[in-house]
């Protein structure tokens, strides 16, 4: 059986942690930022967890890490 290919953009995009979760970055800090508020942008540098409905897909992306 060959190897599957991982996504490169979702390599780029996503690491595994430790116990197996997936970590993403948030969305909406990359331009238009005078108009969101201090809180909001300091809550967007923070990175989260991949939904659990979402993991499933994405591990199907990056199937090796």
């Known amino acids: 059986m060959p190897k599957i290919k991982s996504s490169r953009g979702a390599r780029k995009r996503f690491k ?3 116990s197996g979760k ?3 970055r948030r969305a909406f800090k ?3 930022l005078s108009s ?3 809180k909001r942008k ?3 540098r923070q990175a989260t967890l ?3 409905t979402q993991a ?3 591990r199907r ?3 090796y890490l």
Do not use: E
Request: proline residues 4%; hydrophobic residues 40%; aromatic residues 0%.
């Open 16 to 18: 595994v942690t430790a």
């Open 22 to 24: 997936i970590k993403r």
């Open 30 to 32: 990359s331009h238009l």
């Open 36 to 38: 969101k508020g201090r």
């Open 42 to 44: 300091r809550r967007l």
């Open 50 to 52: 991949v939904s659990a």
């Open 56 to 58: 499933r897909t994405v």
């Open 61 to 63: 992306l990056i199937p």
